[in-house]
């Protein structure tokens, strides 16, 4: 049974949503240059903004570091963020209000006590965070470097870590849907966190990002960055895991990007072209898509 007051948010959210959309000119702006827009049809995108003004309209956007916020920027990482939810519902991301935006990437003083005692304090230069029932943190020299299906989202990255925080901490195992069975889950990442810890050990060149090794959870918000960023890599590298995510998420990328491609399989378009990677002269994407051919908080750290 539903409860008046989920009632009432509902009727005051349809009342919203008739009342006007994010207006068509700063929606275009948003969704413009990234192709992981591109690949959904009309009605999704409509479900996109539908849920991306609620977004804009009740989360708190807040500046730090010098950050100048406007409607567009608001927009783009609300549509960034709703992505996730697009077939779910805007109350998966209950029980949190702002989202703080720096220019670039910020600082984080850290301090731990080691075996014998003795205190050690560093600092950290992240590009995004998450706190349990707390703010969502992020660069928007980052957000702006996310969408282009490269493999890296550092807004989806820290939704996914909004949506493992629904039933507590950020451990990789989160609240699941209805005939999902929570011990394939379990098992599934289970081994496939082991397995990818095991190549990094070994120093394996992995075509996914080394960080999804911290913790569960980091591999939980990696995979799904990869996921909806260059589905058909989680699919090679973890098929189990994609099939899984598939259902969680209750969306199908690789379907996304199979529509998309062009009739003759030799014909070429720049947006399908990845950038350089952050780590100079290696691109983990491109050289995973040539090996097929031919064969508490929680932050991301800049350069990972």
């Given at each position: ?59 708190i956007f807040e500046p730090a ?103 507590g901490a950020a451990d990789g ?83 996304r990007f199979r529509s998309s ?44």
């Amino acid at each position: 049974m539903i409860s008046p007051f989920r009632l009432l948010r509902r009727r005051r959210r349809r009342k919203l949503l008739r009342q006007g959309l994010i207006s068509e000119s700063t929606w275009l702006w948003s969704l413009a240059g990234l192709r992981i827009f591109d690949l959904l049809n009309n009605e999704e995108r409509e479900r996109l903004r539908q849920l991306s003004t609620l977004f804009v309209h009740e989360k708190i956007f807040e500046p730090a570091g010098g950050m100048i916020l406007d409607d567009r920027v608001r927009t783009r990482i609300a549509a960034l963020a709703c992505l996730p939810i697009l077939n779910l519902d805007f109350d998966c991301y209950d029980g949190w209000r702002t989202v703080v935006v720096y220019p670039g990437g910020f600082i984080r003083p850290r301090s731990e006590f080691d075996a014998i005692g003795v205190m050690h304090e560093w600092e950290d230069v992240l590009t995004g965070e998450s706190w349990e029932r707390g703010p969502v943190i992020l660069s928007w020299a980052d957000v702006q470097g996310s969408g282009h299906c490269e493999g890296y989202n550092v807004v989806i990255h820290e939704m996914a870590h909004k949506l493992d925080m629904l039933n507590g901490a950020a451990d990789g195992f989160p609240n699941l849907h209805r005939g999902m069975a929570r011990r394939v889950w379990t098992d599934a990442f289970t081994a496939a966190f082991e397995d990818f810890n095991d190549r990094v050990d070994q120093e394996e060149k992995t075509p996914i990002d080394p960080y999804a090794a911290e913790a569960p959870g980091e591999f939980f918000a990696v995979l799904s960055e990869y996921f909806f960023e260059a589905p058909d890599l989680v699919r090679m590298e973890y098929p189990e895991i994609y099939d899984l995510l598939a259902q969680f998420y209750r969306q199908d990328p690789a379907a996304r990007f199979r529509s998309s491609l062009p009739a003759d399989p030799f014909q070429t378009r720049d947006a399908q072209a990845p950038r350089e990677s952050r780590q100079t002269g290696h691109n983990p994407l491109r050289e995973a898509l040539a090996d097929a051919v031919s064969g508490d908080d929680h932050g991301r750290f800049e350069n990972d």
